[in-house]
């Protein structure tokens, strides 16, 4: 879905707030529940469920995904063997592809400067990494196994070479990339990767709820949409991911304190892009705390308070806070989902 501008946003909030009243009493209208089938029609304006298949996934091949999750959990990519591409992105014990770390420490314990970004979905993203210099997964898998903080592997060669001393491998590549000559490359390593990575689709209760599902969300989480709605948050946070599809300035109306990483800035160089990142998807959003590029917000109620108050200016009513929170939680994987984390 295409990202909303403030204004056409405002626009659609002053459509969505006048159905909402039109025709009753303001503090009559206010007290009752909400009505699934009216709180679904506004939604549908801004968001889509989640596609079933991330693109490309067609095209991988039941061998290529097992090398994949192989080389996903293969600590050898590492210098020292002690980390994986799990390690900082966890998806097994119901982990949200994260490591629930501010920032990551690497292979020598040394910590990289940005939050590590859940997997989950991430081939849905318009781009990788929180600046978007990775264009998509097979060029994002290719950077942490040679980044010195992180894998700190010395070059794609060795990697090359570890690999093939694994006597597993060498087969196993060939099954995965049938008809080449030398199908153990670094290129084909980052290609497994990220079919594996493909595979990482999440499905929650809102995607019910989209496709119709009365009673997919309480009345709480219903409430908690709408004031997700009014409040302005659906002007980053649209579309099948909610985020994840476009780059914002972090401190649109409000500073952020951390004025030091430049985002994307780094990247284009163009003074736009000053303090500028990725919008994250909002989908398992109750898994991957701490929040923010620099993991500086601790819960996810310190997330949704600051966003407000930095990027539409607004102080919000501790009761606004706790159901925008409810319908947060509603985004979590069915699969991964805990008592705790999807309560109903």
């Not at 980044?147 to 090359?160: G, K, L, T």
């Not at 991911?241 to 030091?260: D, I, P």
């Not at 996810?300 to 919000?316: C, I």
Request: net charge neutral; hydrophobic share 40%; glycine share 10%.
């Amino acid at each position: 879905m295409k990202t909303l501008s403030l204004s056409s946003t405002v626009s659609l909030l002053a459509g969505s707030l006048a159905l909402s009243v039109a025709g009753a009493p303001g503090v009559a209208r206010a007290a009752e529940a909400p009505k699934p089938g009216e709180v679904r029609s506004r939604a549908q304006a801004f968001f889509q469920p989640v596609p079933d298949k991330m693109p490309g996934s067609d095209k991988d091949s039941a061998e290529l995904v097992t090398l994949g999750r192989q080389l996903y959990f293969e600590k050898g990519l590492s210098a020292n063997n002690s980390q994986s591409c799990n390690s900082c992105h966890a998806v097994d014990r119901n982990m949200g592809g994260v490591d629930n770390e501010p920032t990551s420490p690497g292979a020598f314990g040394k910590r990289g400067g940005r939050n590590s970004p859940t997997v989950l979905n991430a081939g849905f993203h318009l781009a990788q990494f929180w600046d978007g210099r990775a264009a998509d997964l097979v060029a994002q898998a290719k950077g942490p196994i040679l980044n010195p903080i992180e894998m700190a592997m010395p070059s794609e060669a060795e990697v090359v070479k570890k690999l093939s001393a694994v006597a597993e491998y060498p087969k196993a590549f060939a099954a995965a990339f049938p008809g080449q000559k030398d199908p153990l490359t670094y290129e084909n390593i980052a290609q497994a990767i990220a079919a594996f990575e493909r595979t990482l689709v999440t499905h929650d209760r809102l995607d019910d709820f989209l496709k119709g599902d009365d009673q997919a969300l309480t009345g709480v989480e219903l409430k908690g949409l709408e004031t997700f709605v009014s409040t302005g948050c659906i002007a980053c946070h649209n579309g099948p991911l909610l985020g994840a599809n476009s780059y914002q300035k972090m401190g649109v109306v409000n500073g952020y304190a951390n004025g030091e990483d430049l985002g994307r800035h780094a990247v284009t160089k163009s003074e736009e892009d000053k303090l500028k990142f990725k919008v994250p998807s909002l989908r398992n959003i109750a898994l991957t705390g701490p929040y923010f590029h620099d993991g500086k917000a601790a819960s996810l109620e310190e997330a949704v308070r600051q966003m407000a108050w930095l990027q539409l200016g607004r102080k919000l009513e501790d009761g606004d806070v706790k159901s925008i929170v409810a319908f947060l939680n509603t985004l979590t994987d069915k699969a991964r989902a805990s008592k705790g984390s999807a309560s109903r």
